[in-house]
Antibody, heavy 122, light 107 residues
Framework: EVQLLESGGGLVQPGGSLTLSCAAS????????MTWVRQAPGKGLEWVSG????????HYADSVKGRLTISRDNSRNMVYLQLNSLRAEDTAIYYCAKADRRAVGADYFDYWGQGTLVTVSS | EIVMTQSPATLSVSPGERATLSCKASQSVNSNLAWYQQKPGQAPRLLIS???TRATGIPARFSGSGSGPEFTLTISSLQSEDVAIYYC?????????FGQGTKVEIK
């Protein structure tokens, strides 16, 4: 059974930093690209960042480019999202999701975690 | 960036009746279209990929159709457990973009 479990969310002040983690199990982790999708309170879904199965290729939404860094550790079946220079508009539930292929690009996501809430407020 | 527009914003349907949700892309996305279901307080769940291929474990009452710029998700006989927001997503062009969602309610 595929499982994705996010952690690391919380309350952070504007300009602060946070690192989110996602623990994956139930599939051959290195064979699949992974992504982060966020959802602001009461709003829709926004793709944020993706990383290829091998970790060599990454993509970012324009809205977060330069402030977020995605990475993965295939030896631990973990994917991470480092968030820097946080703004109020970054407040959202951040979901970790599995793509259906190894390469990162425009993908659909066949499994999702339950999400972790990031709140940016003073 | 391809813009995905869903209609209606809210759909009220009686139990057992058909629900029809629409999704339109600002340009052709071929058949690279997915549908997700998000129940209150839960993560999204993949329903359909490739415009019409149901994901594992998805009941047959959910069906997808369409290609190019216009797509439809049909729930043939609405059940109470189908109350949710439904999102379409194109993955033909990077970045994959989502529609704003259609909320399905029980009438």
């Amino acid at each position: 059974e595929v499982q994705l479990l996010e952690s690391g969310g919380g309350l952070v002040q504007p300009g602060g930093s946070l690192t989110l983690s996602c623990a994956a199990s139930g599939f051959t982790f290195s064979n699949y690209a992974m992504t982060w999708v966020r959802q602001a309170p009461g709003k829709g879904l926004e793709w944020v960042s993706g990383i290829s199965g091998g970790g060599g290729y990454t993509h970012y939404a324009d809205s977060v480019k330069g402030r977020l860094t995605i990475s993965r550790d295939n030896s631990r079946n973990m994917v991470y999202l480092q968030l820097n220079s946080l703004r109020a508009e970054d407040t959202a539930i951040y979901y970790c999701a599995k793509a259906d292929r190894r390469a990162v690009g425009a993908d659909y996501f066949d499994y999702w975690g339950q999400g972790t809430l990031v709140t940016v407020s003073s | 960036e391809i813009v995905m527009t869903q209609s209606p914003a809210t759909l009220s349907v009686s139990p057992g009746e058909r629900a029809t949700l629409s999704c339109k892309a600002s340009q052709s996305v071929n058949s690279n279209l997915a549908w997700y279901q998000q129940k209150p307080g839960q993560a999204p769940r993949l329903l359909i990929s490739g415009a019409y291929t149901r994901a594992t474990g998805i009941p047959a009452r959910f069906s997808g159709s369409g290609s190019g710029p216009e797509f439809t998700l049909t729930i043939s006989s609405l059940q109470s457990e189908d109350v949710a927001i439904y999102y379409c997503q194109q993955y033909n062009n990077w970045p994959g973009t989502f529609g704003q969602g259609t909320k399905v309610e029980i009438k």
